[in-house]
């Protein structure tokens, strides 16, 4: 995953943008929910590569990688990602 801070509000999933990857609009606003939190959901790039598992599964480890990313950005990030359950992820395999 790369992430840019000067970007324009755009995710990229596998070269293609959120709405093409993700065509419902449930698993769209599930990935963008921790910058929507943060108030931060126009001020980021992401470029993601996922694969595996199903649709939903690759939503939910999308938004577990934002959610990670931005903790990892602004240290003051991560306890409202953490109450809100954005960095928990599902341990099974």
Do not use: C
Request: net charge positive; hydrophobic share 40%; proline share 4%.
């Amino acid at each position: 995953m790369q992430f840019f801070n000067s970007g324009k509000g755009e995710i990229f999933i596998n070269n293609r943008s959120i709405k093409d990857y993700f065509p419902v609009f449930e698993l769209q606003k599930s990935v963008t929910s921790p910058l929507v939190l943060l108030s931060q959901d126009k001020k980021f790039t992401f470029r993601i590569r996922v694969h595996g598992s199903g649709i939903r599964g690759q939503a939910e480890a999308v938004r577990l990688g934002i959610a990670r990313a931005l903790s990892e950005f602004n240290q003051e990030w991560r306890k409202p990602l953490k109450t809100a359950g954005f960095l928990r992820r599902d341990p099974r395999n």
